[in-house]
């Protein structure tokens, strides 16, 4: 036995592996290989798996060694050898980087199992290096130039290209005529853009309707000059002109001029300027100028739905803005020479003011679940809702044309340079603003979801009248 183990260390001081002989592991903290070492020794070489509950306790899996010394070639893990005797199988060797060599060395593969027990498991590759020098999820990768991995592992660019580490924008859509002021919404899978006069559009939001050589095909013809629109419950709610007046009106995602039904009374005594939706329990609201009072409907499937009035008292300036959070209807009144954020409770109340001041652009507002974010003539600010209790908060000290926001971070058009979108962390504004995207053309349009904000732009100096953009956040 002792003449045994003399042969093992003997023929182990080398770079070769003995079956029966366990061959020592290397720390490579140490340093450098010795003189006569292979330095393609396998990195944290493979830890011997030991039987389980068999009959005594056996050594399954013996350390491998990767690579050859110097070898200007990929090298493979050897096998792991020996067998594991007891319940659970040998482990394969762990491979190394081939430290002599150019490439990384492969896995090990796992010593067969005995006595019943399954085979083992092989080693785990080798470092990722080169062009890809990082490891997501198990693939090798660039994160400068990976457009699944931009950045960071599992960044997506959504259909994007990434470059430097970051996703770049891209175009989802071209269209004939200009974009309306802040004329986008969603769909289910679709962006849905609102013409300046009484056009509507929508692009797929993984741009795969996009032609460089065609328009995007319209997708209604009757809407009005200003108006919104918004895809619920499978269906497109939107401001239609009848030929006498603006009526909310609801239409199918697939023919929306052929099967448009009007929702809100008919005549020019009633024409909505605005209207809100709320997403989570499917319902829209308007007002209606002749009753001076706020309706509201369910955004059933099928069918025409059904008007119910919300109790209040007269609201008699109609609201070109129209919102809905938290629980209540936020409209716009501008009757007392500045403009004022009113909320009604959805259930029907009293109203309530919840924000106002001078040169608030009734085109950068946006509500949260939570807050209200708007700006004024030179500051971009929000309240809490809600009721607006504590008074309005300072984000930046600059006003914004349009701006979208989801508690964590700010988008906004800058309203000195409206070809310019600029984000920054709502923790942080003042050292974390920079430049998202810069244009030709002025950007007109800007909502954004959890994965990608979506703008559009328009104008004279546009390749496109109108062009929606996209870029994973």
């Not at 209790?389 to 988008?411: N, P, Q």
Request: hydrophobic residues 30%.
């Amino acid at each position: 036995m002792q003449a045994a183990r003399l042969v093992c260390l003997i023929l182990t001081g080398g770079a070769l592996a003995m079956p029966g002989c366990s061959t020592p592991k290397r720390d490579f903290a140490q340093g450098p290989a010795d003189a006569g070492e292979s330095p393609a020794e396998a990195g944290d070489a493979g830890t011997n798996a030991s039987g389980g509950r068999g009959t005594g306790m056996s050594t399954g899996g013996a350390d491998a060694m990767a690579g050859m010394s110097g070898a200007p070639e990929q090298s493979a893990g050897a096998d792991g050898s020996g067998a594991g005797m007891g319940d659970e199988a040998g482990s394969g060797a762990t491979a190394g980087s081939s430290q002599g060599g150019t490439n990384s060395g492969g896995a090990g593969n796992g010593g067969a199992a005995t006595a019943g027990a399954s085979s083992g498991t092989g080693g785990t590759a080798g470092a990722c290096s080169g062009s890809t020098p990082m490891a997501c999820a198990g693939t090798c990768v660039n994160v400068q130039n990976s457009s699944t991995n931009c950045g960071t592992c599992g960044h997506d660019c959504s259909g994007g290209t990434c470059a430097a580490g970051q996703c770049q924008p891209l175009l989802i859509g071209r269209y004939d005529r200009y974009l309306g002021e802040n004329g986008l919404s969603f769909g289910v899978s679709d962006v849905y853009g609102k013409g300046e006069t009484n056009l509507l559009v929508r692009a797929k939001k993984d741009g795969s309707n996009y032609s460089a050589s065609s328009y995007l095909a319209t997708f209604g013809t009757s809407g009005c000059a200003g108006g919104g629109v918004a895809e619920i419950n499978g269906r497109v709610f939107y401001q239609w002109h009848d030929g006498a007046s603006c009526r909310l009106a609801v239409c199918s995602t697939s023919d929306c001029d052929g099967t448009t039904q009007g929702i809100s009374p008919a005549g020019a005594s009633s024409w909505v300027q605005s209207f809100g939706v709320d997403t989570t329990n499917q319902r829209v609201f308007w007002h209606d100028p002749a009753t001076k009072r706020f309706l509201t409907a369910n955004a059933i499937a099928s069918g025409t739905p059904t008007p119910a009035t919300i109790s209040s008292g007269d609201i008699t300036n109609a609201p070109t803005w129209t919102g809905y959070s938290s629980g209540g209807v936020l409209f716009s009144d501008t009757s007392s020479g500045f403009v004022a954020i009113n909320r009604l409770p959805a259930s029907g109340g009293s109203v309530q003011q919840v924000a106002s001041g001078t040169g608030i652009n009734l085109n950068a507002l946006w509500l949260s679940s939570s807050r209200l974010y708007f700006s004024d003539a030179s500051t971009i600010n929000y309240v809490a809702l809600p009721t607006g209790s504590g008074g309005s908060k300072l984000i930046r000290s600059s006003a914004a044309r349009l701006l979208w926001s989801d508690d964590v971070e700010l988008y906004w058009v800058d309203a000195l340079d409206s070809t310019k979108l600029m984000t920054c962390l709502l923790s942080d504004c003042a050292s974390t603003t920079k430049t998202t995207f810069t244009g030709k053309c002025s950007i007109s349009g800007l909502r954004g979801e959890n994965n990608a904000i979506f703008w559009g732009t328009s104008g004279g100096a546009c390749p496109d009248n109108m062009q929606l953009w996209k870029l994973a956040r």
